[in-house]
């Protein structure tokens, strides 16, 4: 068999055919086979020279869409020109309109049909995601623009609320139902001394709800 010259282009292939099948029919009903399907003009040998086992293709694409959805926040984690707070809010910005392009294109893995795909979610969210807003936040406490004495803990549960608890893929909430939930958590990060619940961040999120209650 010839040598493949451009092995990441087929590898890009193999991992866009999976994630659309993850979304559309579930991570357990599909198979190699279907992949091999949807691909068309590859060899179960091919695939199996780049990815051991769907679990293996199944961790790439988490890896990918990771990696996607934190190349904009890590340009905003070295501008020299914001505060700590003020970086934390930018980023915050940057992955709800993320989501939004997400609900707009169609492209957001429905984690509910996907449980593998939400375990490594909830594992990238509390490894390297945390990671980065832990540095914001220590950069934060330099400044004088944050105040906790428990850094990791404050990024930790940032995430939890952003990409859990406020996330409309994962819970399906009233719209009345998420302003009680907002108005709590505004309140929290108020008396932590965290201000993040800006008009704009408000707002973004109102309309990623809606946008999400349109593609259910």
Do not use: C
């Amino acid at each position: 068999m010839a040598r493949n010259k451009y092995p990441e282009v087929t590898i890009n292939r193999i991992l866009d055919t999976a994630m659309k099948l993850f979304m559309s029919k579930g991570y357990e009903h599909t198979t190699i086979q279907d992949i091999i399907d949807g691909l068309g003009d590859l060899s179960k040998g091919a695939i199996y020279h780049h990815f051991k086992s769907k679990e293996e293709i199944m961790d790439a694409v988490n890896k990918r869409l990771a990696e996607q959805g934190i190349a904009d926040i890590k340009t905003v984690a070295h501008d020299r020109n914001l505060s700590g707070l003020d970086k934390l809010g930018k980023m915050l910005m940057f992955s709800i309109q993320s989501a939004q392009h997400e609900a707009l294109d169609q492209t957001v893995p429905p984690f509910l049909r996907n449980p593998q795909l939400l375990a490594l979610h909830m594992r990238d969210t509390m490894g390297s995601a945390a990671d980065l807003l832990t540095g914001v936040i220590e950069e934060g406490m330099r400044d004088g623009s944050i105040h906790t004495a428990q850094p990791r803990q404050l990024a930790q549960m940032i995430l939890l609320f952003f990409n859990v608890w406020f996330n409309p893929w994962m819970y399906s909430w009233t719209p009345n139902e998420l302003k009680n939930i907002i108005f709590f958590a505004r309140n929290v990060f108020e008396e932590i001394g965290v201000p993040l619940f800006t008009e704009e961040v408000l707002q973004s999120i109102d309309e990623l709800h809606s946008l999400s209650q349109k593609q259910k």
